[in-house]
C-alpha cells in the first residue's frame, strides 16, 4: 500500500504476541494482493484493465468493499470516489510535477470519475467500469480496512491489547502496558515530531489524512494529494484532517472526504454522523472540530 505499517501488542506471553503480530502482517499482505492497482496481478488490477471493455468476476470480499466504497461516495455527494484513479496521470505529487496541467487535459480525464459508472451484479459478483479509461484505486481506504482486518486476526489469536498503525491510520484496543488506556498524539502538520494534541482510545480508531509531503505548489496554493472528484483537481485549504470512531475503514473514507468537502461542509456531514469525531488544521493553522470532539492537550 506503499506505506510503513506498525503492529503492536501487548501480552505477558511473548510467544502469543508475536504470533499476533506475525499473523496481522500476513493479513495486510494478503490485503495488498487484492486491492493493489500497481501488482498487475491483483483482481483490482484486472477491473481496471477490463474497463469499458467487460465485467470482472471478484472475491466476495472485494465486491462488498466496493460496495462499501459506492455507499460513502453516495453520503458524501461524491467527494469520495474510488473512480478518482483515472486521474493519476494527471496530478503527480511525487515532486515531478512541474506546471499546472491544462484544464482540457484536466476535464477529460475528470470526465472518467463517477462512482456511478461502477457497474456491480452481486449474484454474480462481477464488477464492470462502464468506460474505457476508468480505473479504481483504494487510496483512501485501503489502509483502514487492512488495518481493521488485522486487528480482527489479532482478536483471534487472542491479543487483547494492541495497536496497528498504518502510516496514520490507527486502531487501538485494550490497554496500553500500564494497564491505563491507549493515548494517540496527533502530529503538528508543520513539525511532525510534535504533538497537536492527546486523545484518549477506547477501543476505537483515529485517521489522518494529510501526508504533509505529498502535495504540489503552483502560483502559492497548496495542492493537497486529495483530488475533489467533482472538479479534477487537487483539494487546497485544508493540511490534515483526523476522524475519531470505532471503524477505521469508516474514518479512514471520512478523512478523505472532509478534504473534499471542505471546513463547513466537512463540519456539517460529520456533526450528523453519530459517534464520529473529527479535527481539522486549516492552511492558516487553524484547529477546527466537531461539536462533541473531546481534546486533552497534556500527555
Ligand atoms: P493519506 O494518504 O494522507 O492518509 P487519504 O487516506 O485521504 O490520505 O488518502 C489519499 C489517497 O486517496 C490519495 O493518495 C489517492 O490515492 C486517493 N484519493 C484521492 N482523492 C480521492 C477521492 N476524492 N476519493 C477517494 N480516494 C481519493
Ligand atoms: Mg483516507
Redesign the pocket.
Known amino acids: 500500500m506503499g506505506?510503513r505499517f506498525e503492529v503492536s501488542a501487548i501480552d505477558p506471553d511473548p510467544k502469543i504476541a508475536w504470533d499476533g503480530i506475525n499473523a496481522a502482517i500476513a493479513e495486510i499482505i494478503r490485503i495488498e494482493n487484492l486491492i493493489s492497482s500497481w501488482n498487475p496481478e491483483s483482481q483490482t488490477s484486472e477491473i481496471n484493465r477490463k474497463a469499458g471493455i467487460m465485467p470482472v468476476s471478484v472475491d466476495q470480499e472485494l465486491f462488498e468493499l466496493i460496495q462499501r466504497a459506492v455507499q460513502i461516495s453516495k453520503i458524501t455527494d461524491g467527494?469520495?470516489?474510488?473512480t478518482?484513479?483515472s486521474m493519476?496521470k494527471v496530478w503527480k505529487?511525487d515532486g515531478s510535477m512541474i506546471s499546472m496541467p491544462d484544464s482540457n487535459t484536466v476535464r477529460q480525464a475528470s470526465s472518467r470519475t463517477d462512482y456511478r459508472k461502477i457497474q456491480l451484479d452481486p449474484g454474480r459478483r462481477e464488477v464492470f467500469l462502464k468506460e474505457k479509461g476508468m480505473k479504481i484505486?483504494f487510496?483512501?481506504?485501503g489502509?483502514?480496512y487492512a488495518a481493521q482486518k488485522a486487528k480482527e486476526k489479532m482478536i483471534a489469536l487472542g491479543i487483547k491489547n494492541g495497536v496497528v498503525n498504518a502510516?496514520?491510520?490507527l486502531i487501538a484496543w485494550g490497554r496500553d502496558i500500564d494497564n491505563k488506556k491507549i493515548k494517540v498524539g496527533i502530529a503538528d502538520p508543520e513539525h511532525k515530531d510534535r504533538i497537536l494534541s492527546w486523545l484518549t482510545v477506547d477501543n476505537g480508531a483515529v485517521?489522518?489524512?494529510?501526508?504533509y509531503e505529498?502535495f504540489v505548489m503552483f502560483n502559492g496554493v497548496r495542492y493537497a494529494?486529495?483530488?475533489?472528484?467533482r472538479t479534477g483537481y487537487p483539494t487546497t485549504g485544508i493540511k490534515s484532517v483526523s476522524i475519531i470512531c470505532s471503524n477505521p475503514e469508516l474514518a479512514?473514507?471520512l478523512?478523505?472526504?472532509v478534504?473534499?468537502l471542505g471546513v463547513k461542509q466537512g463540519l456539517y456531514l460529520i456533526n450528523q454522523l453519530d459517534g464520529v469525531e473529527c479535527l481539522i488544521v486549516t492552511d492558516e493553522n487553524e484547529l477546527i472540530g466537531s461539536n462533541r470532539l473531546e481534546l486533552n492537550n497534556k500527555s
Do not use: E, L, M, W
Open positions: 506505506s467527494a469520495f470516489d474510488i478518482y484513479a493519476d505529487f484505486g487510496g483512501a481506504i489502509k483502514g502510516a496514520g491510520d485517521v489522518t489524512s494529510g501526508d505529498r494529494h486529495i483530488i475533489d472528484p479512514d473514507a478523512s478523505t472526504s478534504f473534499v
